[in-house]
């Protein structure tokens, strides 16, 4: 259950990037899509695992945390004071913890809060 589960996401994720990746012209942009999705499919699956996710929530918990993972990538890449950093990823971890709030029940969010903490 857990590999089809794991290769649902996989080729998700595949299918995801190669549009993506489409889209974007420059190597730099591919590379930088390349690395979030693969943040992003890492994170998913230790979260399907501690979290115990339903099926139903694996898709909306990746496309959070990809777009987690990505905000977090530029925020890191780009040219801007430690302040401004600071300031951007504790309001992109904010987002990230309403998002899974809302989106999953109090003991999966607890589960979640203990992993955030590994």
């Known amino acids: 259950m857990k590999k089809i589960i794991t290769l649902c996401l996989f080729a998700f994720a595949l299918l995801l990037g190669t549009q993506t990746a489409a889209a974007q012209d420059s190597k730099t942009d591919k590379e930088a899509n390349a690395i979030i999705e693969a943040n992003a499919i890492k994170t998913t699956k230790g979260l399907i695992k501690f979290v115990r996710l339903?099926?139903?929530k694996t898709e909306e918990?990746?496309?959070i945390v990809t777009e987690?993972?990505?905000a977090l990538y530029f925020i890191e890449n780009e040219n801007s004071t430690d302040k401004e950093s600071f300031i951007k990823t504790t309001a992109a971890n904010e987002?990230?913890?309403n998002q899974?709030?809302?989106l999953?029940?109090?003991?999966?969010f607890n589960r979640y809060k203990a992993f955030k903490k590994r």
């Open 54 to 56: 339903e099926k139903d």
């Open 61 to 63: 918990v990746y496309e």
């Open 68 to 70: 987690h993972t990505s």
């Open 95 to 97: 987002k990230l913890d």
């Open 100 to 102: 899974m709030k809302n």
């Open 104 to 108: 999953l029940n109090k003991e999966q």
